[in-house]
C-alpha cells in the first residue's frame, strides 16, 4: 500500500529523545522547547513563537488572545478541515462560511463583497447588519500549503478592526515571492498565525502546534494562557482561566531534529511534485492543482483534479479502484457549513467549494516517497 501521507524521521529524532529521558526532562518545560521556538523563529521569520500541544488549540488559543468573545462571529472558510471551525465554538463564537478560490483558499474578494453588502463599521467594531453580532475575525487557511492572497486580505480587515489569524497549519515552508509580501512566511502576515506538527503534517511531533506573532503582548498572552494562566507559580494564583496546553520536552526534542530535515523534505516534496505533474499532464481528464504564483509553495497535499466526463470515472469511482490497486487517496473534507453542528450557521454565496470537492482527490505526497511509487501511481492513473 503507498499511503497518502506518513511522517519520515531519518534525523536527530533518536538522539534527542534519548537525551530527554537521560536527563529527565520529559515534561513541559526543558531546552528543546525553548529550542524548537527559536528555531522556528528563524526559520519563519517571525519574532515569537510558542509552542502548543496541537494546532487546533494553538487556534483555539490565538483566537481567544485577538479577542473573540462569547456571541461574537469569525469568517472562516467552509472549505477546511473541520479542527478551524471547532477552534472557533470552544470560545462560544459563531462560524460564518465563506466560499473558496482557485486554489482552495477563502475567496477574498466574496470576503470583501460580504462585508460591504452585509456589515457595517460601527464604535469601532464591524458589526453584521443581519445578526446583529459583531465580527471579531476572520481565520484564512493556506489550503494545501497554497498561500491565500493575504495582502488584500489584511488590508481589508485593518479597516474595519477584525483580527486576522491564519491557519498555516498546512503551510510550513510556504513563502511569498512578489508583491509586497516577498520573502514572508505564510503564517506571520495576518495578527497571529498557527501551526501544526500532527503525524499528516510537513513536519511532525506526534502531536504538536506552534502560535507565532510578531506582538511581544500576545506572545506573552499565549504563553500564560497555555500554562494554566499562573500569576504565581509559586502560590497557585490564577486571575483567568487557562489551559494545559503547552508541548512537552519530549515532542518538543522530535520537532527540532524534524526542523533539521525540513528543507530536505521541501526539496522531495518540490521534485515528486514536478515529476507526478509531467506524468498526469499527460493523462486526458486529469490535471495535478497548480498553486498560485505569487508563494513558493511547500507542496504539502498533491491535489489531482478529475473531468469525469473525459476521464471516465469520478472521484469516487477512482479513490475504490486506486484502493484496490494499493494506492491511498483522500477527497478534500465535507464542506463545513453542511456539517451537522454548524448546518444553522450563516454561509455566504458558496459554489466553488462544491465545484473543488466533487474534483479533487490528494494523492500520496509523503516525504519519502521514490520515484518508482510516482511511477506506479501515475500508470495507475494512466490505465484507470
Ligand atoms: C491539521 C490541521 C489542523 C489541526 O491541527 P492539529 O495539530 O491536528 O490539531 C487545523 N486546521 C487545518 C486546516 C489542518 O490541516
Redesign the pocket.
Known sequence: MIPLSVPTLKGNEWKYVKECLDTGWVSSAGKFVDRFESDFCAFTGSRHAVACV??????QVALRIVGVCAGDEVIVPTL??I??VN?VTYLGAEPVFMDCDEFYNIDVRKTAEFLEQETEFRDGSTWSRVTGRRIAAIVP?H?FGNAARMSELVALCRERNIKVVE?S??SLGTVYCSGELDGKHTGTVGDMG?F???G??IITTG???MIVTDVPEYAERARYLTTQAKDDEVRYVHNEVGYNFRLTNVQAAIGVAQLELLPEFLEAKRANYLAYQERIDRIDGLILAEGPAYARNNHWMYALQIDPAVYGKDREQLMEYLKGEGVQTRPVWYLNHLQVPFRDCRNYRIEKAFQLLEATLSIPCSANLSESDIDFVAERLRRG
Open positions: 496541537n494546532g487546533t488549540a494553538a487556534l477546511t478541515f479542527a478551524t477552534a487557511v489550503v491557519d497549519t498546512e498557527c501544526s506538527f500532527n499528516n503534517k502531536g504538536g502546534g
